[in-house]
């Protein structure tokens, strides 16, 4: 995380490695995943920007962090002070605390847009700024004066949160994660959309379909293969699934993001 200018807003595409480092910098940071996972631990607090859930860095926080996978972010350096005439205060009150995120669809599909963008050429300065001052009232509009509620319910619904990410290639209950948040099926419910603004189950296809997507982008794997680690038995299912999601095939959006696919090498 490099620091940046302290009058400039800046958006980019980072990758960050296994390796722990430890420091602190003026500069605001929102963190939104686009693949991976990156491990933070700011002011004793812990977590992980990851599969549609973000971070909030705030200025002069001093954290520790690694990547895990191989990741990549939208980050947003912000400056340490806010004009007034021109940012929103639900963005300044937003940055005074740090904390993670749940990405509406939203702003999930909008890091997308800016990673895609990024992935074909550099950003040019004029560009990232206004790339960076969107992404910010955006994620500010979503959790308006609600900093402390987004991360009582991140510590509440946490458990379900990582039990989905490493249970996509099964069957997900609503039950077992209400039981792991400690509510009841329906306040479960309320809380997890509260949280995410999906229900469990959007979210869960959304993050199976994103799951899927970098599978595709980096692996040769055959796309039974690939259906079967995002909880699908049937490769038909999944390709019905993920057209209805990106409006391409599975195959046809591996052709245009990934290696060659390998062979099945079921009979």
């Excluded at 391409?248 to 099945?264: I, N, V």
Aim: include cysteine.
């Amino acid at each position: 995380m490099e620091t940046s200018p302290s009058d400039a807003f800046i958006a980019d595409v980072r990758q960050y490695d296994a390796i722990e480092h430890c420091h602190s910098h003026a500069h605001h940071q929102i963190i939104l995943p686009l693949s991976g996972a990156l491990e933070i631990e700011i002011e004793g607090r812990s977590g992980e920007a990851r599969a549609l859930q973000g971070a909030i860095v705030p200025g002069d926080f001093r954290h520790t962090f690694r990547g895990v996978g191989n990741n990549r972010f939208v980050v947003v350096d912000l400056p340490p002070r806010l004009n007034t005439g021109h940012w929103s205060d639900d963005l300044r009150r937003l940055l005074e605390t740090p904390g993670f995120f749940a990405l509406d669809a939203g702003l999930y599909h909008y890091a997308r847009l800016v990673g895609a963008v990024s992935a074909r050429d550099a950003l040019d300065p004029t560009l990232s700024s206004r790339f960076a001052g969107l992404l910010a009232e955006l994620l500010a509009r979503r959790h308006p004066t609600n900093a402390a509620k987004s991360i009582r319910l991140a510590r509440r619904l946490g458990p379900a949160m990582e039990y989905i990410g490493s249970h996509l290639d099964q069957r997900i209950s609503v039950s077992k994660l209400a039981a792991l948040s400690y509510l009841s099926i329906g306040r479960f419910h309320a809380a997890f959309r509260d949280y995410t603004g999906r229900t469990p189950g959007q979210y869960v296809f959304e993050l199976r379909m994103q799951r899927a997507s970098a599978m595709l982008q980096e692996t040769a794997w055959p796309l039974n293969r690939v259906a079967a680690a995002v909880g699908y038995s049937s490769q038909a299912a999944f390709t019905h699934a993920f057209k209805r999601h990106f409006g391409l095939s599975p195959s046809r959006y591996h052709h245009r993001t990934g290696p060659p696919l390998s062979c099945d090498p079921s009979p």
